[in-house]
């Protein structure tokens, strides 16, 4: 995609990863729309961004939010929740309204259909390291599945015919931890943890880079130079 790829929408734009795609589109000046569940979670985001409100769950108010957008960074996903007294992740559990099908499979299933109903041109979609171990720590947590529910959304997206980019991060670190040196592999061979941060900016290239076209790939960090070019980053895969 190019410069003047219009009106970006992110998906899950309050969330720690979705507002750094935010206010780094803002940022670079490229006009973007943040698609939140409610206007109160969006009273931090930087000044000038649009705001959407729409739950992913209600597939008419997804499809208008995403009316004369150009691209699409899906950023969703279900947060569990600690039991009064838990003590680690077999301890927590998912919200009724807020499991892993409800918002990884349904919720993104209704923002991938919307995207091509609306003439979107590029979906990028954040999902997760080890995806095909059905047997991961995260599948147990809340007996929600997340990451079969993540694969579903994932193939569906593949299926759609959209241009899209899968980007599978390693364990998300926080804003404090200095950006690293990228790496990028398939088949979950990879173990690791990358900064949100970075995640964010591997998304926003991908929107432009042809270099990452219809690809999934897992992406970590390691200790060396920041990463700045994405293209050869993407090329790799």
Not at 104 to 125: C, S, T
Not at 181 to 193: K, N, R, S, Y
């Amino acid at each position: 995609m190019s410069e003047d790829q219009g009106v970006v929408v992110v998906a899950g734009a309050t969330g720690r990863t979705g507002v750094l795609c935010v206010e780094k589109l803002a940022a670079a000046g490229t006009p973007v729309r943040a698609l939140v569940r409610s206007r109160e979670k969006a009273a931090g985001l930087p000044k000038g961004v649009e705001i959407a409100v729409a739950d992913t769950s209600d597939r008419q108010a997804v499809r208008q939010a995403l009316e004369g957008a150009t691209a699409l960074i899906i950023a969703t996903s279900a947060r569990p929740q600690m039991k009064e007294g838990g003590r680690g992740p077999l301890d927590m559990y998912y919200p009724e309204d807020g499991t892993p099908e409800k918002i990884d499979y349904q919720g993104q299933v209704n923002l991938i259909d919307a995207a091509k109903e609306a003439g979107v041109k590029k979906v990028v979609l954040i999902s997760s390291l080890g995806i095909t171990n059905p047997d991961h720590i995260l599948n147990k947590i809340g007996n929600g599945r997340i990451l079969e529910w993540k694969m579903k959304s994932e193939d569906h997206l593949r299926a759609s015919g959209l241009d899209y980019t899968i980007v599978r991060p390693g364990h998300l670190e926080g804003q404090n931890h200095p950006p690293r040196t990228l790496v990028v592999g398939t088949g979950d061979t990879l173990q690791g943890a990358v900064s949100r941060e970075q995640v964010a900016d591997v998304c926003i290239a991908a929107l432009r880079s042809p270099a990452a076209r219809n690809k999934t790939f897992e992406l970590i960090s390691v200790e060396g130079p920041p990463t700045t070019d994405y293209d050869a980053l993407f090329a790799q895969v």
